[in-house]
């Protein structure tokens, strides 16, 4: 008769595990994380209201204080936590820009709403072209490139990023200034 | 480029960043004198900084649903144009307007009667053709509503093109804040207008119709034979157009957002609240009510100012609006435009909206729906009483807020109540079996709230209980189908037999309540989890482990199951697994009242986790005692004695027990106060305040009595054997030979629940 554990163990749980170098732990979490960013984005969307719009960012908050519920949570895990947010709403919205693109190649129709993710957004960035000399700075400097992810998709503060990157608020500020340089280049270049 | 050569540019890149610009060029000439490869890469990094705009990659991406048809992404709507025949019965007209939802078309429809339309047709690719589906569905309970305030939705259907439309009576009106601004409506005029608007939600309400999405816009005002009329359009349009969801489909099928910011109900701003109900309409109507009073919404914003959208939901979930008058009060700029338009000066309004009917709107605005009006005719019924100068409930004083008060703790007998009267008031059969439906669906809602407060005030005042029972006995005496109401009345007896003077007799009638209640609905959770707890408190400890257990199986995710778990546990002695469960209790559901988890870490001397588990309750009755019991064996003597001095007389409370004890020249007293301690212990039903009683006595060196009430407890199953070995209350008793007598019978009780369950789960 099993009594304990029976119930799946919570993000809290999930998060620390992962701290603790548990590889199956971040297996289980991506999956939650990614459905209840996709879930929050999608719910906004509905909204109808073309004066108002939101921020992914504060998606990337919400599902935070939606799937930690107010379970105390260390610092360290909670900005593990915002690591692996903005990576998956970067993936959020490439995957949504790249089956747009798809869908303009294919004649203009509109996207499917049944196995795509129908979630518009305005970035002022062309944002495939952001992702792919993303993964290009990632190749020469996986930090920097962390960096722009945390601040730009997670919409971490500069000392926020520097905590879970472990390293000094200038360092990534210093980091920060240059990767913009280099990226605008890069997407400047390649239009 | 190699990551290295990178580093390199990195560090020369960012010395030259911290240089005046003219300074640069000396800079990289100097510092990379023989590499002019490094150099070049570096110069055109510094000059990309002169074509960098300031906001690049500084502003996070943006959700935006309309706003994206600026690069002809959103097809354009299909043609439609005048005069176009939609299902060989409907010409179009002209177009009236253009909304969210898509375009309104003034129609003639030519069979099997003429008449004149309004034809809604819903934006291509916003939903799909199961709107028309689920309007179908909807259709018979909209057939059903016939109300000169409600206009008429009469069909739907889909066009060739795929895109659903809706056919529904044409109202020629104005918007009802409109309305009242343009003819300038005193505010006694504009009350009698929202009253009548809000029969006609009352009347949908009892074929069981929610709006969902009422605003003034749907409330559009005729004039007929010269006198206002309004008419709400779009009843049960909102419904049809949101899927049903299911709690399996949380994930794949994401909550919509229905409903207009600014007159949408909190609970609609939360995607996790599924069960909107009736309530969500009432505080749509108090926001109407307020903009016509104050002449702005609620959560206004100031001209020129756009809010995201997740802001205006947060301050629509946590924050409360200025009450009417405030807000004409606040604004010099518009307050005399408002005025005006209400035929007063604005310190007239000011003083005319003051009090009364501030309460009034500010009750339909509750966040919680729990607090807002029950139904739009009670909202309709206060602002009579403020029509005819009587008091009105929502005011927050004196007996009428005492009420409030009562009927926002019994919250269930209240409602329950009030089907008990309008059934006996004679409504028909059919009315009947809509407003339970309801009903239902919100006393579900207030499952959880209920239990937070349930058992609290019993202690000091047991009527209200006994008030909810007999109330709920009628109930079921009229529907005896209708398993809510056994539920609750299986609870209600159990907190009578536990906390009033019901005891075996009111145990037995839980069990049988209970026992309908599951009959009817084994998914009730709160029914299955007292059914356990009452086993529990019994000493029937292998069935109601087995009910406990079956509990958290079925929902691992609840943390009721994993409380009542915890409580069969801990009267098994098994105090470490009954912590877990009540730790785990607490992750699922850090609100909910876990308060007699207390005892467990009591009992193992864990103080500051004992603590923890009253915190949520702190002022009760209970919460006190149990901090007493909790500093008395923490020797903290002075702090125990003022903490029990807030319990009654009650002998079960141990006050005078206590403060007796903790007074050395009281040896007289304390004898007389544990004998009645220890008598009112026997007395009840629970074994567990039999050991909670004796504990005290053995601390305060009573020990006959304390053996007595030790072994009575252990005798009915509260095993304790963990306990008498960690609770730091029994050390004068520890070296006795009685205490051996208890430890071993303690120790066979235990063993006799493991056995047991271990052939259980072979």
Redesign the interface.
Known sequence: MAIVGASSPSVTQLLIRWNQGDEQALRDLVPIVYQELRRLAHYHLRSERPEHTLQTTAIVHEAYVRLVRGQPIEVLNRTHFFALASRLMRQVLVDYARSRNAAKRDGGCRVSLTNVLEIPFTIDEDLLALDRALNELACMDERQARIVELKFFGGLSSSAAASELGVSRATVDREWAIARLWLHRHMRKSA | ???ER??EV?KL??QA?QLKPVERCVFLDGACSSDHELRAEIA???S??E??RP???Q??????????NRDG?R?SEPGLSVGQVLDERFQLIRKLGEG??GQVWLAEQTTPVRRTVAVKLIRA?MY?ESVVKRFQAERQSLAIMDHPAIAKVFEAGTTAQGQPYFVMEYVPGLPISEYCDLKKLKIEERLELFIRASDGVQHAHQKAIIHRDLKPANILVVEVNGHPVPRIIDFGLARATVPQLGAQT??TQ?????GT?GYMSPEQAD??VKDIDTRTDVYSLGAILYVLLAGSQPFDTKPGE?????E?LRRLREEDPPTPSTRVNSNRETSSATAEARGAEPTQLVKLLRGDLDWITMKALEKDRARRYGTPSELVADIHRYLRHEPVLARPAGVSYRIGKYARRHRVGVSVAAVVVLLLAGFSVLQAVQLRRITRERDRANLERDRANRITDILRDASPNKDAISMLERAVAIDPSYAPAWEHLGLRYYYDSAYADGGEQMLKRSDSAIERALALDPNLIDAAAQLALNRTVRGELISAYAGA?DL??RW??NADGHFV?GYVLRYAGLLD?AA??CD?AL??D?GNYLRSCSWLFMELGQSQKATEFVRLDAGSEYAARQTAFILLRQGKLAEARQSIQKTSANPLMARDLIQFCLDPSQTVALEKAAQKAEAAALAGTDSEPRYGIGTVLAYCGVKDGAVRLLNSAIKQNYCAYNALQTDPSLAKLRGTAEFKELLSAAKECQNEFLEA?SK??H
């Open positions: 480029m190699t990551p990178w580093q990195k890149l960012d960043l055109s990094l510094l990309e900084e074509c960098v906001k690049f990659l502003c996070p991406p943006v959700l935006d649903n309309f706003n994206d992404e097809e969210g939802m690719g799909d949380l994930f994401v909550g919509q957002l229905v910011p995607p996790d756009k809010l995201p959208l997740d205006l257990s958290v199986k691992p995710q778990l697994e877990r469960e785990t992750a699922l850090p369950r259980a789960s």
